[in-house]
């Protein structure tokens, strides 16, 4: 049965003018970092969520849907896949016409496949998605409406096809003005370490200290967490510093803005983002992130990663021409896959010899409250 409702007053698709930063509005909860962003910048988000995981072959890209998961569960309703998927999130599978009965108003395509596109097995149960109720949220880089069945659909059920990796239009050029507050950002030794988990577990131990802290999200997953911020890697590479001026504006002397990293400075293909967003923070603290193991660039095979030490010395000595004050506090370390045993062994090792805190944000416990401490100092 379809659920088409075109009296309803939506946005069939968004337009080029429209900004791509969100307000989230959820139940008020220590374990959900919230942004606070200027009310210029920010549209809703049409939520709870119900997560779309893609077909059988997209498996190894859920990162989007795992995200979710794990820092806004509130906000999900449930899961929903291709025929033959078995990709799962750990959260109920339900249709699309029994999500829109529990309460969900958007589908989110939770999935982030190679060149970032609406692959043509999603499109059909996506339609299904718009004729059950649901506008699509996605963090794709190929926008919506490009696909016509899906554009087609929308404008005939009434729903919206919202893009978040669509930056505010008028972002202005860097001023380099120093902003009053201070700032923290996570910085990687290469894609996809740890820096959005490590931004949002230090924003949520900042909170738990009663240390006045927002989350400011640079990546379509952070952003759908968080329901502000702006996608980094979409706007035009004079202007990402101006961005990361907007995304952390003046505040308290005791408020901290934690801004989620993108990329590493010295990756080959990443570089320039990752230098305009460590420019225009203009970071008080750095922590950076590695993923125990990489021992290449991911998905450039012939660059061997940068060391910790390495990118620490680089970081710092780049941040310093907007902040001569920056300070690194330590290293996130991702020890995914091994034994909690043979983690904090690793953890103390790394600590030993960089005479810094090392923590896996995700396992928490001491070496972490060390960092946290160390952040704070």
């Not at 997560?51 to 999900?76: E, H, I, M, N, V």
């Not at 131990?205 to 802290?213: I, L, W, Y």
């Not at 907007?246 to 005791?254: E, G, Q, R, T, V």
């Not at 010899?353 to 896996?360: E, F, I, K, S, W």
Request: hydrophobic fraction near 40%; aromatic fraction near 4%.
């Amino acid at each position: 049965m379809q659920h088409c409702r075109p009296e309803r007053c939506v946005t069939k698709a968004r337009t080029k003018h429209q900004p791509a930063m969100f307000t989230q509005h959820v139940p008020e909860t220590p374990e959900v970092p919230r942004a606070a962003s200027a009310e210029r910048w920010t549209v809703r988000l049409p939520q709870p969520y119900l997560l779309y995981l893609g077909g059988p072959a997209d498996a190894a890209f859920t990162k989007t849907a795992s995200g979710l998961r794990d820092w806004a569960p509130q906000s999900c309703v449930g899961e929903f896949a291709s025929d033959g998927a078995t990709t799962t999130v750990a959260l109920p599978r339900v249709t699309p016409v029994e999500a829109r009965r529990a309460g969900a108003r958007s589908v989110v395509i939770g999935v982030a496949n190679i060149g970032g596109f609406v692959s043509r097995n999603w499109v059909g149960p996506l339609v299904q998605c718009l004729e059950a109720g649901l506008d699509i949220v996605s963090g794709m880089h190929a926008p919506l409406e490009r696909t016509p069945e899906l554009k087609t659909a929308a404008e005939r059920c009434g729903r919206a096809l919202i893009d978040v990796r669509k930056p505010p239009r008028d972002i202005p050029i860097a001023s380099g003005r120093r902003r009053s507050g201070k700032r923290l950002l996570t910085v990687g030794t290469d894609c996809a370490v740890g820096k959005k988990y490590a931004a949002l577990a230090l924003t949520r131990a900042f909170g738990k200290r009663a240390v006045p802290v927002d989350f400011r999200a640079t990546g379509q997953t952070g952003i759908m967490i968080a329901g502000g911020g702006i996608p980094i890697d979409a706007v035009v590479s004079d202007f990402v510093a101006g961005a990361a001026e907007i995304l952390s504006p003046d505040a308290n002397a005791d408020h901290w803005d934690v801004i989620e990293g993108q990329g590493s400075i010295l990756h080959p293909s990443y570089g320039p983002v990752s230098l305009g967003l460590l420019l225009g923070s203009q970071p008080d603290v750095v922590v950076v992130c590695h993923a125990l193991g990489r021992d290449r660039v991911l998905g450039l095979e012939d660059y061997a990663t940068p060391t910790i030490e390495e990118t620490i010395e680089l970081t710092l000595r780049l941040a310093r021409r907007t902040n001569p004050q920056v300070r690194c506090a330590g290293v996130a370390l991702n020890t995914a896959g091994l034994t909690d045993g043979d983690a904090r062994n690793v953890l103390a090792e790394h600590s030993a010899r960089l005479l810094l805190p090392v923590a896996d944000p995700v396992r928490g416990g001491r070496e972490f409250g060390l960092l946290v401490a160390q952040c704070l100092a």
